[in-house]
């Protein structure tokens, strides 16, 4: 069964930088693409960006290109979401998501098949 616990969120002021971690377990990872999502209050649930287990390639939103890296470390079976000069309108609760599959890299929430609880970051200004 797979289990997606990310941690590591918080208050950060602007500018700041947060590293998000994803627990995964269950499985083997290998064949998955990672996505993070966001969704602030009021809000739809937004793509961050996504990374192949294995290849390492990794997409990004254009509000993350430049800010926000996603990475993994297969030992830990962990997937990071290093997050830099944080704004105010980064706020929201963040989310872990996996696929079971690596030939598309969709960017709706549809396209995952399991989900963390997700942890809150608030950037204040």
């Known amino acids: 069964q797979v289990q997606l616990v990310e941690s590591g969120g918080g208050l950060v002021q602007a500018g700041g930088s947060l590293r998000l971690s994803c627990a995964a377990s269950?499985?083997?990872?290998?064949?998955?693409?990672m996505g993070w999502f966001r969704q602030a209050p009021g809000k739809e649930r937004e793509f961050v960006g996504v990374i192949r287990w294995h290849a390492g390639t990794s997409y990004y939103a254009d509000s993350a290109k430049g800010r926000f890296t996603i990475s993994i470390d297969s030992a830990k079976s962990t997937v990071y979401l290093q997050m830099n000069s944080l704004q105010p309108e980064d706020t929201a609760v963040y989310y872990c998501?996996?696929?079971?599959?690596?030939?598309?890299?969709?960017?709706?929430?549809?396209?995952?098949?399991?989900w963390g609880p997700g942890t809150q970051v608030t950037v204040s200004s």
């Open positions: 998501a996996a696929r079971p599959s690596t030939q598309e890299l969709p960017r709706n929430s549809g396209g995952y098949n399991y």
């Open positions: 269950g499985r083997s990872f290998s064949s998955y693409a």
